[in-house]
């Protein structure tokens, strides 16, 4: 056991410490959503993922994602590899430049138990749900978090046993609502304690 996980390890029982180290988390997409909930899982102790991107970090990811000024033009899922290894180095974890589709979701995300879907657009996340939405992963998504205020509107809607959906189902990103940092950042804290309450307390039924 690393430095990172003895730390936290009396967080937990150590049944269900090991059990947050055995599950294996997919991540599709590593912009706000992505970047940020994936950091915030490697603190609850997750170290099992793949996350997918095929985008660069432009400045304007700046005012919400995870990223810092020199990671700007860079590959976001190798830029996301290191500041995830700064909190926990013993991770493991896979990353892929690539573009999520319905044909290849199989194949990235096919070994993992949760699925978080963190895209911007409408067609990408219908397609995952596809894929997913019937299967025995956990399936976290997320449906409006764009502007500003009212971030107690954000809220999370169980579709089934094991699928949920995070936002306000109505400030869906666009050319008139922008996004950032407190919505989205409070959208990736919501799906990173849904997963963890999922896990922890065995909310599966």
Do not use: W
């Not at 219908?126 to 809220?155: M, P």
């Amino acid at each position: 056991m690393g430095v990172f996980d003895t730390a936290i390890s009396n967080y937990y029982s150590p049944d269900i410490f090991s059990r947050i180290q055995t599950l294996k988390v997919g991540i599709a997409g590593a912009g706000g959503i992505g970047s940020n909930c994936a950091a915030i899982l490697v603190r609850c102790g997750f170290r099992r993922f793949t996350v997918v991107d095929y985008d660069r970090v432009e400045l304007s990811n700046l005012n919400r994602q995870m990223y810092l000024a020199p990671h700007v033009g860079r590959m976001k899922v190798e830029c996301l590899k290191e500041i995830l290894l700064s909190i926990n180095p013993e991770l493991s974890l896979s990353i892929v430049c690539d573009r999520v589709t319905k044909a290849n979701a199989v194949e990235f995300f096919g070994d993992c138990d949760i699925v978080i879907e963190a895209f911007d657009n409408a067609l990408s996340k219908a397609e995952l749900f596809s894929v997913y939405l019937h299967s025995e992963k956990l399936l976290v998504g997320v449906s409006g978090i764009g502007g500003i205020g009212n971030s107690g509107a954000i809220d999370v809607l169980r579709v089934s046993p094991s699928v949920f959906i995070v936002g306000d189902r109505v400030s869906e990103v666009s050319s008139k609502v922008h996004p950032h940092a407190p919505r989205v950042m409070v959208a990736s804290a919501i799906i990173a304690d849904v997963i963890l309450d999922f896990v922890v307390n065995g909310h599966s039924n």
